[in-house]
């Protein structure tokens, strides 16, 4: 495989991980908000194992094919340090 279609193939990956991230953070807050505990630790599980995620897809991934300025704001907007950072390493390239 070229290094072109690993990083084609690792964006979506990365993608779906921050999307299960910020479900995971409704879910929780859901739970906070009714008391379910169920959903609170629902959510909380969504959100440990899209970190996860988030860190194997971007392990290899080369910090010049990010999204830059919008990147960075979603990262802002959503919480995600590592989303934020990356997006601030790409658009300086």
Not at 61 to 69: F, V
Request: aromatic residues 4%; hydrophobic residues 30%; negative net charge.
């Amino acid at each position: 495989m070229s290094t072109n279609d690993q990083q084609n193939n690792e964006q979506p990956g990365l993608i779906a991980s921050h999307a299960e991230y910020v479900k995971g953070a409704a879910e929780s807050v859901i739970g906070s908000i009714t008391g379910s505990q169920a959903w609170t630790e629902s959510g909380e599980q969504a959100k440990a194992h899209a970190v996860e995620s988030m860190k194997a897809a971007s392990e290899n991934r080369d910090q010049t094919q990010g999204y830059g300025k919008i990147e960075e704001i979603a990262g802002k907007v959503t919480g995600c340090q590592g989303m934020e950072k990356e997006g601030a390493a790409s658009k300086k390239e």
